[in-house]
């Protein structure tokens, strides 16, 4: 079973940046796709945000294109979220998701990280 761990979250003023980092352990024989998704008080989970990890494919919400970037590092089985000119309403638990396979011999499952709190104060 692999496990994810986010950090990075935190309260920042709107304009300013924060950088997520998920790291992805445990039994993992190959990871197809790493990203991340939010959800804020009183609203249904969303994607923000996925990077396939053998391609070049990177999916973005619209609310966020040309502010963050997602990115990868393979061999550290980590995914990044850079966030630049952060707005009140980015304001959400930010949760890494990854699809994974133990073995050659089994499927993919999808995972969820615990969470990671972004406050964004106007």
């Known amino acids: 079973q692999a496990q994810l761990v986010e950090s990075g979250g935190g309260l920042v003023q709107a304009g300013g940046s924060l950088k997520l980092s998920c790291v992805a352990s445990?039994?993992?024989?190959?990871?197809?796709?790493m990203g991340w998704y939010r959800q804020a008080p009183g609203k249904e989970r969303e994607l923000v945000a996925s990077?396939?990890?053998?391609?070049?494919?990177?999916d973005y919400a619209d609310s966020v294109k040309g502010r963050f970037t997602i990115s990868r590092d393979n061999a550290k089985n980590t995914v990044y979220l850079q966030m630049n000119s952060l707005k009140p309403e980015d304001t959400a638990v930010y949760y890494c998701?990854?699809?994974?396979?133990?073995?050659?011999?089994?499927?993919?499952?999808?995972?969820w990280g615990q969470g990671t709190l972004v406050t964004v104060s106007s």
């Open positions: 998701n990854a699809k994974t396979r133990g073995s050659l011999y089994t499927g993919y499952v999808e995972v």
């Open positions: 445990g039994s993992i024989f190959s990871i197809a796709v």
């Open positions: 990077v396939s990890m053998r391609g070049m494919t990177n």
